[in-house]
């Protein structure tokens, strides 16, 4: 069983940066796939950025360039590191995770993810 905690998120103009944390239990982080998933008022949630174990990235096509995914295996902590936002970034952002392996299309896919945590609201104002 693993539990994720985000942190981080907060009030921001636009053009400006966050930095969101997602602290996991467990000992075995290493292994696991995480993501970062997005969604806002009346939307479905929507894919930012995963990272394999590997180090691989993955990003939406909209976060590439602004957003960059990373990890710290000895800290059992995942970032998403957002820069130039933009008033659509708006949304509660969460943490996801998953072992085992997923294909690439599957690195996007939120059902593909088996622990979640409770979410982080990012507000950027125009």
């Known amino acids: 069983q693993v539990q994720l905690v985000e942190s981080g998120g907060g009030l921001v103009q636009a053009g400006g940066s966050l930095r969101l944390s997602c602290a996991a239990s467990g000992r075995t982080f290493s292994s696991y796939t995480m993501g970062w998933f997005r969604q806002a008022p009346g939307k479905e949630r929507e894919f930012v950025a995963a990272?394999?174990?590997?180090?691989?990235?993955y990003y939406a096509d909209s976060m590439k360039g602004r957003f960059t995914i990373s990890r710290e295996n000895a800290k059992n902590t995942v970032y998403l590191q957002m820069n130039s936002l933009k008033p659509e970034d708006t949304a509660v952002y969460y943490c996801?995770?998953?072992?085992?392996?997923?294909?690439?299309?599957?690195?996007?896919?939120?059902?593909?993810?088996?622990?979640w945590g409770q979410g982080t609201q990012v507000t950027v104002s125009s």
């Open positions: 996801a995770g998953r072992l085992g392996f997923t294909t690439d299309h599957g690195m996007g896919v939120p059902y593909e993810y088996k622990y």
């Open positions: 990272i394999r174990w590997s180090g691989t990235t």
